[in-house]
């Protein structure tokens, strides 16, 4: 593991978004880790853990950027994971842009006032966009053209952005960004995981794109790769194989149900009116056309070498 000017012994890391979705299948990786010498947690609330450190920081605050650069001016940390980002239902779309967009810009600014030797931010191969020109594989080099009537796509296409300036600017700061392909699993909440959650799950008729699908024990050692890989730069993060939307959803425990269109649409409202699993209206173009991401970069350069086909990480959602 490379030597790092923060901490003379162990890693010092720091975390934030330690309660959500990722944060919940790092921590436990960290805490085993006899090279991680303490844990800065950066959120809201203070999860378990031997090694944690909390301060309560509240990213979408006026005076969040002080609060980090004070604390990591008091405690500097060899790596920071910048986790704080929203894959759950959102009922306040600027509460969100505040957390997202905007806390990582105070994330940015007091790592970048820090010297943090290395910073590691998720992101979604959801952000290449599901177009029907796309290439049958997407690159890392591929332009973000995200999902324009989609907030939640949105936000973290501005976040990579961000983030990207940042290391053309701080070039002492290895960043690695992860872009994972769609998560499932018992601990995943997002639109695919609440979209086969339904028994019956609408279709749009005379389309079944190809889909990938990430177990989240992939995903949680994409995280912990991360924490010493020699690499920086974008990543993807993908299982093995690939599924037709149809097979996705069966391998799910669902049964598909191919609708025009028009009674498309009008089925999404209508679960989304009912407060139901669904996936979102403004995420038609990702069941119209695929979004394949090459995984080799991520192989060669951080050695992530899936172990869950696909199928297998689809299938953790089957109901008993």
């Known amino acids: 593991m490379e030597a790092t000017q923060a901490s003379k012994g162990g890693l010092r890391v720091a975390v934030t978004g330690a309660a959500g979705d990722l944060g919940g299948l790092l921590l436990p ?45 008091e405690l500097p940390v060899d790596v920071f994971y910048h986790l704080a980002f929203l894959y759950g239902p959102v009922r306040d779309g600027s509460l969100a842009h505040e957390l997202e967009v905007i806390g990582t810009m105070n994330v940015l600014s007091a790592v970048g006032r820090a010297r943090v030797p290395r910073l590691i931010v998720p992101s979604m191969t959801a952000l290449y966009g599901a177009r029907g020109q796309n290439p049958a594989l997407l690159g890392e080099e591929t332009p973000l053209l995200g999902c324009p009537g989609s907030r939640f796509v949105t936000d973290k296409v501005e976040v990579e952005k961000q983030v990207r300036t940042f290391r053309e600017r701080h070039p002492e700061t290895r960043v690695i960004v992860l872009r994972f392909a769609p998560l499932f699993g018992p601990h995943m909440n997002n639109p695919a995981t609440r979209m086969v959650a339904r028994r019956v799950v609408p279709t749009l008729l005379g389309f079944d794109p190809l889909w990938q699908a990430l177990h989240e024990e992939d995903a949680a050692r994409a995280l912990y790769q991360a924490l010493s890989a020699n690499a920086e730069g974008e990543f993807n993060i993908v299982g093995r194989g690939v599924l037709p939307l149809s097979g996705l959803i069966r391998q799910a425990g669902g049964q598909p149900l191919p609708l025009p269109g028009p009674l498309y649409r009008a089925a999404l409202r209508t679960m989304s009116t009912l407060g139901g699993p669904g996936f979102p209206t403004a995420l038609l173009d990702y069941m119209h056309y695929g979004w394949v991401a090459n995984g080799e970069r991520a192989e060669e350069e951080l050695g992530f070498i899936p172990m869950f086909h696909a199928r297998d990480a689809v299938a953790t959602m089957r109901r008993s």
């Open 29 to 73: 990786l960290l805490e085993r880790d006899p090279d991680v010498e303490s844990i800065l947690v950066l959120d809201v609330a203070k999860p378990a853990g031997d090694k944690v450190d909390f301060h309560r920081v509240d990213l979408t605050r006026h005076d969040a950027e002080s609060e980090l650069s004070d604390v990591l001016a």
